[in-house]
């Protein structure tokens, strides 16, 4: 019923710039929060950003100053812009959403949705 789909992901050199997109569908009432996160073999899925209903932006150490959230409600879209990247920002990126859907005529309780990820890779 819901479906997140991420895309831009892809191979950049260090130093290089990539633009994430993930697209949010269903049967949807609210999204309250879009986060990204990253996850590499081997290693915790890792938090990297958060932009919340109000257009609250939230960061990672590790991204701060260099990645930037935002989001286009009209559109149900998220995006990263990721910028001077490195070669430790190499992973999946995932989409994940907090929202709340319409079943049967009513809005249920928001629950947590993720995507199927992008990989992107940074060569040094």
């Known amino acids: 019923q819901v479906q997140l789909v991420e895309s831009g992901g892809g191979l950049v050199e260090a130093g290089g710039s990539l633009r994430l997109s993930c697209a949010v569908s269903?049967?949807?009432?609210?999204?309250?929060?879009l986060d990204w996160y990253r996850q590499t073999p081997g290693k915790q899925r890792e938090w990297v950003s958060r932009?919340?209903?109000?257009?609250?932006?939230t960061y990672s150490d590790s991204v701060k100053g260099r990645f930037t959230i935002a989001r286009d409600n009209a559109k149900n879209t998220v995006y990263l812009q990721m910028n001077s990247l490195e070669p430790a920002d190499t992973a999946v990126y995932l989409c994940?959403?907090?929202?709340?859907?319409?079943?049967?005529?009513?809005?249920?309780?928001?629950?947590?949705?993720w995507g199927q990820g992008t990989q992107v890779t940074v060569s040094s």
């Open positions: 269903g049967s949807l009432v609210s999204i309250y929060e």
């Open positions: 994940r959403a907090y929202l709340s859907i319409i079943r049967d005529g009513q809005a249920l309780s928001p629950s947590t949705y």
């Open positions: 932009i919340t209903g109000a257009g609250v932006t």
